[in-house]
Each structure stands twice: as C-alpha cells, then as structure tokens.
C-alpha cells in the first residue's frame, strides 16, 4: 500500500448515501463521512444503518475530521437519528460539520428559503395522512406519500429516549450542536483546504445563490418576493384543501411534523343559505330525482368524467416540486487531491444546481500573489470519482455541461442505489438507476460502475481487474465480494 | 281569453365582471367593471335549462373539497330575465355559475362568427359509437382550491379553482380572502379558447417543439386579449380615466390588470413590458427564448403590438381633426364624444383582428404547429376571403411578427403576397421506377369532378321531361358528401360527423396507383395498399401505424397490413367578409400515426424492422399529414399545407425536443410509466 492514497468507502444496500473517505498522507489519516441515510420506509433499514455507523466508528477510530452533510432529505441523514446514541456518544469526536448555506439560521435569503419549505411541508404532511381517510387508492395521495419518504422519519418513535432526533432539522440541530463551533456554511465559489499534509482542498460548486437556478421549473425574471409568494400559495392551497376536506385531521397531526398550527377547518366559502351538501344532492340524483345537472354528474356512465378527486393533483405537483427544490440545495463539493485529481460529490443537486457551477469561478475572485481562479470544466475534466446525485436519476447529472466534461481516462462511478427498493416506491416505481445515464457511464467508465446494491459483482471485479485499472477494489467480506461496503483506493501522485 | 303573441326579445342579456371581483374594489375600474354579455335569444343553441345548460355547455357547480354541490341557476326565472340575470356578485356561487356560462358562449359566438360554422368539441373515441347527441363541454366554477384553472381533455370539461389570497402579500386583494378564477373575464375565455381550438386541432395538445405547446397557451391568450377589447364598457372606461391617447399605455395597462388574479398572466404582462430603450422589442430573444411560456408570450406581444398599429392608423384622421398637430401622448381630458368614437375603433379593431386569428385556424396544418406558419394563415386566409388590404391590417400583423423576430421558414420574403401559402399543383408521379418518366397528375381536379356535378344537379329542368338517368343513384366517394348548409347545432355535427367518414372511405379505396400515389405525395403520408407496397422503396417505414385489411384474409399478417390514415376534420365554413364578401370552404384534414423512438438507433431499427421480429412500443407518437383547403364555389382544391411523415429533420426535432425536455422535470423519474395521465394543460399551467 502506498503511503500516499486516498480509499473511498461506499455502503451497500441502502437507498441512500452514506460514504467514508479515508486520505492517507505518511501517518496521517483524515477521516471524512459525506451523508449518512436510507430512504424511510425500507425493510430493515434501521439495522443496516445502525450496523452501517457501528462500522465506520470503528474505522475510524472513532474520530471523523469532518461532517458533511449535503441536504435534509432522509436518505442522506436518517443514520444520524437512528444510530444517535453511537454517532452522537461522547466519545465520538468531530471535527469540521459542512453545511450548505441554506442551512445557516442568520442568513436572511436561508431563512426564507425554510419558511416556504415548512409551509409545503405541512401541506404534504396533511395530504399524506388522507390515506387513513379512504383515500389511499388515489393515486396522487400515493404518490406524496412514497415522496414523503425522503422528507419524514417514518420509525416508530422511541418514547424513552428524549434525546433522539425525530426529523431532519433536530438532527441538523444535533450535527450542530456536536460540531459546536467549527461550523462552516459554505457557499458557492468557496475553497477550503481539507487536510494540511499534501494540500488536499475541496472546491464548493452548489448549492446557487440564484433563485431562478435553485427552482429551475421557475421563470428565470421576476422579483424574488414573487417567487415565494407563489409557491406559498400553491402550499396554502393544498392545506386549505385537505383541512376542509376531512376536518378531522387536526387532532391528530403528525408528531414529526413541524409547526403544524392548530387552526380552524376551511369550510365552503359561501354563507350557510348558499350551501347545499355534496351527499344530499348524489342522493336525490341516484332516486332520479334532484336537479338535472346532478343527475348528469352522478350518472353512472360517466362516473369517468367526474371530478371528485382532481383537486389532489395539486398536492401531487407539490410533493414533486419540494422534492425537486430540497434536491437543488444540494451542497455539490468537489475535492481536489494533491495531485490534481477531482472527487466529485454532488448531494442530489439537480440541473439548475448543475448549470450554475459555471456561475463563478474557483475562488470567485483572484486573489493577489495567488494563482489565476479555477473554472469548472477544468474541474470536470479532471474528475476520476464521480458520485452519481440523487440515485442515478435521468436528471440529476448534467450531461452536456457535466457529464460529457469527464474526461479523465480513470473515471470512476459509485451510485448508491438499491433497484429493487426503488422499483417498489409510488404507482410505477421510481426509475433508479436511469438505465440509459447507467449505460452512459458504464461506457465512459469502460465498466467501472460500482452500485449500491451488490448485483454486478462479476462485472465490477473484472472492470477493476482490468490492467490499466486505476484503482484497487475492496469488500467488506473480500473472499465473497460483498459484505456491508465496496471501497476504490486511489493512489496519489 | 288568448292574447296576440308578443314578439320575441332581441337577446338574452346576462351581466358578468367585465374584468374580476378585485377591479370593483379599485376606484378608478369600479365604474367600469360590469359588463352585459347579450346571448340570441331563442332555441337554436338548445334550450337552457337550469345550470345553465344547453346544447353546448353544462355547467355542474360541485365543490367536492367543501363537500358541496350547489344549487344550479336557472336563467329562465322571472326575476333574473328582468334584471338581465344575477347582479355581479362573489358571494353567490349561482352568480358563478352564470358568468362562467355567458362568457364560455360568447367565446364559442367569437370563434363561431369568424369560422362560418358550428363549434364542437374534442370528440372521443367512444362518440362515434354511443348515440350520446352532442357533446357538451362541462364546466365545473369551484373544482379546485388551487390558484389553478384548466381544461381536461379526458373529462371534456374546465375546472375552475379558487383560493385564499396569501397573508403576507396579497396584492391589492382581503389577505386571506377568497380569489375564485371562475369570476376572471380573462381566465374564463382563456380556457373556453383551450377547450375550443382542441376540438378543432386535437393534436396541437401533443408537445412536438417548443412552438407547439406555446401555441396553445399563447392562441388562448390571444383571444382573451382580444376579447377584452371588444367590450366596450372597459375600453371606454379607461379610454375615459387615461384622459390622454398614450394608447400604449392604456393598452398595457389593460394587459396589466389581466395578470392580477393569478400568476399564470404574469408572462403576457412582461412582454409587453419589455421594451428596449429605443421603444423597440429585441428580435433576438425570440430565437432565444425555449421555454414555451415565454415564447408564447412573444407571439401574443405581436399579435399585441398590430392592434395598437391598427388602432393608431384608424383613429389618426379623427385626432388630427380635433387636435390637429398635436402629439398623441400628450392629449388629455377628452371630450366624451370622442371618446365613444375612439371606442368604437378600438372594439373594431380588436374584432377584425380577432377573427383574422380564429379564421387562420383553418388554413394551419393539422400537426406540429410553430409560429411562422400561424403568420402565413392568417395572411392566407384574410387574403381568400378579403382580396384587397386597404387598412393595411395585414401588414400590421407582419410587423408586429418581424419586429420580434418571428419568421416563417421557406419564404421569399415578408412581403403579404410571399407569405401565402403556395397553391395546390399537379403532382409528378414517376411511373417506371425511379428514372421513368414522371406523370402529371392534377389532383385538384379530383375535388372538382366529384363536386361540380352536384351543382349541375340544380340546373333548370324540364318537369314534365323524362327522369335523368343519375337520378335515384346513390352517389359514391367524394360525391357523397353532404355539403347543404346547417343551421341547427344537432345536424351540423351530424353532417360533419358523416362527411369525415365519407372522406376515409374515399381514402381508403383505391383510385389507381398513379393517382393514389399522387394523393401520397400530396398529403405527405402512405396509405397505399399492399399492392403498391412492394414498388414503392421509400414505404417502408414499418413504424407507421397499419390497417389490418379484411379483403385480403389468408396472407401472411405482415402482408395484410398497410398503412392507416385518420380524418381528423371534415368542415365546412361559409364566411362573409366586411363588405360582402362571400366564400364557401371545405376543409379537410387528414393525418398518420408513426411510432417515434428518443433514441436515433431504436428507430432506424424499429423502420427498418426484420421479417417476424415484434415490434417495440413507442417513446412517443410521431404525426404528419395535411390540411386541405378546397374552394366550394368552383370546387379546386386551393392549398395542400401540408408535414410530411417521412420527414427525417421534423422526426429529429421532435425527437431533440422530448429529450431535451425530460431533463427539466423529475417526474420522469418517480412516475415511470410513459403514459402518465397528467393533464396537459393542468400540468402546463402548475409548472411542476
């Protein structure tokens, strides 16, 4: 083993990400964990991840220099509340905590930015509980409820221990407060040195400063309060629906929630004079009786063209653009070996948080005596890890300015994904790994693909087994070649 | 003791917002902010029963989030015909109810008026088979609780949402109070205008580039601009408060208002807003512009900026009479006679540009539509039916086009009479294989013999003479058409509804392979029979959608294939220009399906497919065909517009756009089924 390497550790078997990178330069080793979670909701994903941080613990000696956390979806950071009483023991200790700019409580844009978040939030939240009211066939309330995954915390809650995080902020606030003061909110354009020895920095591509690239569904002009107005609306919308659909959700709003306020239900807007209730009407018009137009609707032979339900479309578009904007605040880091090669992690940023890694440079000004700014097809082109975002998506690697910029003759791709998890979640399943973005990267990796879930092993092993392999393979379980995690150590210089 | 009759009212007249709810609460529109839509009077529509419905429209007023179904209107009622229906007001939802009625019907008269011809709406596969009567478009005020409104193809119907307005920054609207788009002029005509133009084009609903959902949105934005303009209560009104004839701003500020209710406007807003410092639009941005809301917007800033030109050229010699050497802008406090007469010419103006719009629905292709080709139909269709341009309407219209860079593809130049569509010309067919020599066949004449006899068929005859010999003989083919006018709305859809099948049928026989293939290269599709199949090298995309043919049972199954062709329309128009003008058209429109792959490979293979190998589901569907235009006062077939099916550049932008177009959305990813049953123009207008 040369004593200048860095091993990149993915784990298995999880929709999620979870990732060790150990850098070894001489005796020094800098220990760096890049998210930790599975998607809610998956058979026995509390004792994988459980096991999971047991196991990198103890590769680490319980020491991790630096935390970073990408974005608030579960599947990035569901390990940190369902392994809290060993992550967050005392003995554990943490260097750096990494955080995207929008997770930084004194910034006014992060702030706002949170508030539109909790209003959507809430409103899905309500939606989701429909399925306990006789709406779980619909096929809108199913679909919030498998997007949901990403957002709630779906274990059942411990009632002994107060201390565990039972959503994704109190788990930032914990990674906050074990961090203490070495928080960094970083921002795009940022360069940070990551360890001393050899020079080893990481670059900060995304998440963007810019509206219009954070929510890419959006028109790129118009002023700022507009932006939030509307979404706001589309959120308030939703909750006035499903509160005066079904009342009686109030009661027994979900506890993971935040802020669900305890307001009234949102009856019909006309006066009682003006009312007439659904049920007596669809009586009158099944006894032939009643008003033409009602007998019309309530025929049964074109039950098709009713409309009892469309008004839950909006709370699907909804849950689809949360996902989409949580997925934009991506923290995208790019690290930067000392011998010039790119680790490119990009959370699940998604193509607005991609396009605008060309909105600056590397630092973002030249800085006197310093060499000139980096740009970021020089990054790309030098990227020999790709960490594929959000699963192996179809959208969520850039292919004109992302992909097609890799160059590198080493590249290498880690998608965390688990098909078989995915191919279960909503109507038609979720389509991970995106097989024509697999096929593109198998191609430009010559078949160094490595996949969450151990499928392929035949496959990887002869990819990596290659002469001009530029990395050695490592399992867990080496004779099998499986086990809880597969680790790429690259050499350096 | 009996009376005599009292003659029949001229119209039935219904009051609506001549803008929404929000405009009564500012000063300066609260005078201005009802309006009297007069519908005829009488059956011809249907009778109106409570609802309102007739034999268009039914409007069911169920609120299934409030759990409510509300009591429908009934117009008929003593004490609304008295008062011309229902006062404007939020609070009532038969109120609603009537409004969303009188402005969908006047819509459907605005569009009926310029076509010549009855409106129908988008037929299902299974209303060729049910004797259901016509369909009505359902239209449901309080659907959703969303600031959302729109048209479903699927439930035949418009749901309007409301909602509350936003706490925090409502605008000038209660925070927290009810908006409901039912009460929007605007949004209501925007909507009815979808449902409309996919009655007629069904297949500008599919996204084949950018230009093509852009048209939906822009067309339906168009008409509710233009709408706007013919009432004269709002024109006067702000003719009146501006004081001046800053017409710009005054236009602008009409556009502006048309925004408030919801965000959805707020694209038409910016483009007319977005000047550059010389007062002149960037040409530039609409070959920049992909996102189809902004590029539709671009298209109504045009058809925007000819009725300003329009305005401005009808209305000068009546200023420089008043004012004479007075700058226009700088004109205020008007004399109320003035400002009726500049009223007149603004509702004028907006009408005859109106129905330039609506009338050039029918001289478009029936599929993949972009913006170019809507310039060429209006100047084609305004120059069949008014030859001469003395107002220089036309004009305008290339003007405001060109100033925003949107061109047509293949024109000499921009002049009105390059713009016009190329007239219909004999096709050369080569008869021996390629190399042969070509012969001329003149399809045109086609049309004329099968329809010209039947004018002869009204010639003078001799009572008492001996029978003609054609007579009793059922006609066949193209002679078969029923072509008599139809007044009441039940027999023009059933006249249309058998002049369609009429038309496949004479496609679907065989004329001779000279002839039929002429048709093919006409039409820009293959319907040739099996027969012709092994001839013709280029028919071999086996990606285009086939007939199983029944005469030819006992082939081998890939034999008894060829080639399907759909009638998508059959319509015949009767037009009447302003000075008399009188033109009688049939228009015809026939398309093919192709199975279209996203990936160039799978298709070439999937063209190209082996003996006995299945063939794989599509990606998307990939359409061609053409519109015909044919001249029933003289029976020639005046244009062939026309998109070819075998068009390898066509099938790759499509293919381009779809590819691009996927990776703005994550839907694609969390619904993986292709064949998701979003709503388009929901989905359109929520921008998920």
Redesign the interface.
């Known amino acids: 083993m040369s004593d200048h390497h860095i091993r990149v550790r993915m784990y298995r078997g999880i929709l999620g990400d979870c990732f060790l990178l150990i850098y070894s330069c001489g005796q020094e080793r800098t220990h760096i964990l890049i998210d930790c979670g599975v998607l809610q909701g998956s058979e026995g994903g509390k004792e994988r991840m459980r096991t999971i941080v047991a196991d990198l613990l103890q590769e680490t000696g319980k020491r991790l220099d630096l935390v970073v956390l990408t974005h608030e979806h579960a599947d990035h950071l569901s390990g940190f509340a369902q392994a809290h009483d060993l992550i967050f023991a005392k003995d554990v200790t943490f260097g750096a905590l990494w955080l995207a700019w929008t997770e930084n409580d004194l910034d006014a844009q992060a702030v706002a930015l949170q508030a539109r978040f909790n209003k959507a939030k809430k409103a899905l939240a309500l939606t989701a509980q429909l399925t306990e009211h006789g709406l779980d066939g619909d096929?809108s309330v199913r679909?919030v409820a498998?997007?949901r995954r990403f957002v709630a915390f779906m274990d059942e809650p411990e009632t002994t221990d107060v201390k565990r995080p039972s959503n994704s902020r109190e788990v930032i606030a914990a990674l906050k407060a074990k961090a203490g003061t070495n928080i960094h909110y970083l921002e795009p354009g940022d360069v940070r040195m990551v360890a001393k020895e050899g020079g080893f920095r990481a670059f900060v591509l995304g998440p963007p400063r810019n509206l219009a690239r954070l929510r890419?569904?959006?028109?790129s002009?118009?002023p700022a309060?507009?932006v939030?107005?509307?979404t706001?609306?589309?959120a308030?919308?939703?909750t006035?629906?499903v509160r005066?659909?079904c009342p009686a959700l109030d009661e027994r709003s979900d506890p993971n929630e935040i802020g669900v306020e305890e307001d009234a239900p949102?009856?019909?807007?006309?006066?009682k004079p003006?009312?007439?209730?659904?049920?007596?009407?669809?009586a009158a018009a099944n006894g032939k009786k009643g008003?033409?137009?009602?007998r019309?609707?309530f025929d049964p032979a074109r039950a098709?063209?009713?409309?009892?339900?469309?008004?839950l479309?909006?709370a699907d578009?909804l849950a689809?653009?949360m996902?989409?904007d949580t997925?934009n605040t991506s923290l995208a880091l790019a690290f930067e070996l000392p011998d010039r090669q790119v680790l490119l992690f990009p959370g699940d940023a998604?193509?607005g948080n991609w396009l605008s890694w060309g909105d600056q440079s590397y630092p973002r000004t030249q800085q006197e005596g310093e060499p000139s700014p980096i740009l970021v097809n020089d990054l790309l082109s030098r990227v020999t890890l790709y960490k594929v975002g959000?699963h192996a998506?179809?959208?969520a690697t850039?292919?004109h300015r992302g992909l097609e910029e890799m160059k590198d003759e080493r590249l290498i791709a880690m998608i965390p994904v688990v098909r078989e998890v995915a191919q279960k979640?909503?109507?038609?399943?979720?389509?991970?790994p995106?097989g024509k973005l697999e096929k593109a990267l198998l191609d430009r990796t010559k078949g160094r693909v490595l996949r969450g879930d151990d499928v392929e092993l035949y496959r990887e092993r002869k990819a990596f087994g290659a002469d001009d392999a530029p990395a050695r393979l490592r399992y867990q379980d080496q004779a099998n070649g499986g086990g809880l995690w597969v680790e790429v150590e690259l050499p350096i210089g | 003791m009996s009376s005599a009759p009292y003659s029949a009212p001229a119209a039935r007249r219904l009051r609506v917002y001549a803008f929404d709810p929000q405009a009564s609460t500012a000063i300066e529109s609260a005078g201005v902010n009802v309006a009297t839509i007069a519908l005829p009077w009488g059956n011809l529509d249907g009778t109106l029963k409570p609802g309102p419905i007739n034999d268009y429209l039914e409007v069911i007023d169920v609120d299934p989030v409030s759990g409510q179904f509300y009591e429908p209107v009934d117009l008929n009622r003593i004490d609304l015909l008295a008062q011309d229906g229902i006062a404007p007001t939020e609070g009532d939802p038969r109120f609603h109810q009537q409004m969303v009625f009188a402005v969908a019907m006047k819509t459907i008269k605005a569009f009926e008026r310029a076509l010549g011809r009855r409106v129908f709406w988008h037929r299902k596969r299974e209303d060729d088979k049910l004797p259901r009567g016509v369909p009505k478009l359902r239209i449901y005020p309080h659907a959703l609780r969303e600031p959302n409104a729109y048209y479903s193809r699927d439930k035949r119907a418009l749901l309007f949402g409301y909602f509350r307005a936003s706490l925090t920054a409502s605008g000038s609207n209660l925070p927290g109070g009810w908006v409901f788009t039912a009460l929007s002029h605007d949004i209501i005509v925007h909507e009815t205008t979808h449902a409309i133009l996919d009655g007629l084009h069904p297949r500008y609903a599919e996204a084949t580039s950018r230009d093509s959902i852009a048209f939906h949105e822009a067309f339906a934005d168009i008409v509710a601009l233009l709408l706007h303009f013919t009432m004269p209560e709002a024109v006067a009104g702000e003719i009146a408060r501006k004081g001046g004839l800053d017409d710009h701003g005054m236009l602008s500020d009409l556009a502006r208002q048309f925004g408030e209710a919801t965000g959805r406007y707020k694209a038409l807003r910016s483009a007319i807003d977005e000047k550059g410092p010389d007062g002149q639009p960037d040409p530039a941005r609409f070959a920049a512009a992909t996102e189809p809301h902004e590029r539709g917007a671009i298209l109504v800033a045009a058809i925007f900026d000819a009725l300003v030109s329009i305005y401005n050229s009808r209305t000068a010699d009546l200023l420089r009479l008043v004012y004479p050497g007075k700058e226009r802008s700088k004109l205020r406090d008007l004399h109320p006679d003035l400002v009726a007469r500049l009223t007149k010419e603004a509702t004028r103006s907006a009408d005859q540009l109106l129905r330039m719009c609506i009338r050039a629905l029918d001289y478009m292709p029936p599929v993949d539509v972009n913006f170019g080709e809507f310039l060429r139909a209006i100047i084609t269709a305004d120059h069949d039916l008014i030859p001469d341009d003395p107002l220089g309407y036309r004009l305008a219209i290339i003007q405001g086009f060109r100033r925003r860079g949107i061109y047509p593809d293949h024109c000499l130049s921009l002049a009105p009479d390059s713009l016009l569509w190329e007239p219909a010309k004999p096709v050369a067919v080569e008869t021996n294989g390629p190399g042969g020599k070509p012969k001329k066949v003149n399809i045109s004449r086609e049309f004329e013999k099968a329809l010209i006899p039947q004018m002869k068929d009204h010639q003078l005859t001799d009572p008492l003479g001996e029978p003609s010999q054609d007579a009793g003989k059922k006609p066949q083919g193209l002679r078969s058409l029923d072509l008599f006018p139809q007044f009441q709305h039940h027999a023009a859809y059933v006249q249309a509804h058998n002049n369609r099948f009429k038309i496949l049928q004479w496609l679907r026989e065989s004329d001779g392979e000279i002839k039929d293939r002429a048709w093919e290269q006409a039409l820009g599709v293959f319907f040739s029979t099996q027969r012709m199949e092994t001839k013709v090298p280029n028919n071999k995309l086996h990606t285009i959608s086939r007939w199983e043919s029944r005469i030819e049972e006992g082939r081998p199954a890939s034999r008894r294939q060829y080639p399907a062709v759909q009638v998508d329309q059959v319509r015949a128009t009767r037009r009447s220009g302003p000075n008399g003008q009188d033109l009688r058209l049939l228009i015809v429109e026939v398309t093919q399906r192709r199975r279209g792959f996203l990936d160039q490979d799978v298709q070439a293979h999937q063209d190209n497919l082996p003996e006995g190998e299945p063939p794989r589901e599509a990606d998307f569907i990939f359409r061609g065909g053409a519109t015909l235009v044919i001249d029933l006062r003289n029976g020639t077939l005046r244009y062939v517009i026309r998109k070819r099916i075998d068009d390898v550049d066509r099938l790759r932008r499509n293919r381009d756009y779809l590819n691009g177009r996927s990776s703005e959305t994550l839907a694609l990813a969390y619904r993986a089924a292709r064949g998701t049953q979003d709503e388009i123009f929901a989905m359109a207008h929520r921008r998920a």
Not at chain 1, 266 to 271: L, M
Not at chain 1, 304 to 311: G, N
């Open positions: 096929e679909n498998a997007l890419k569904d959006l028109p002009h118009g309060s507009e939030y107005l509307t706001m609306d589309e308030l919308a939703v006035s629906s005066a659909f949102d009856p019909s807007p006309f006066a003006r009312q007439s209730p659904f049920a007596a009407a669809r008003w033409a137009v009602a019309s609707y098709a063209e009713q409309i009892d339900r469309d008004w479309r909006a578009a689809l653009k996902d989409s997925n998604q193509v959000h998506s179809h959208n850039l292919r979640q909503g109507k038609d399943g979720w389509d991970m995106y």
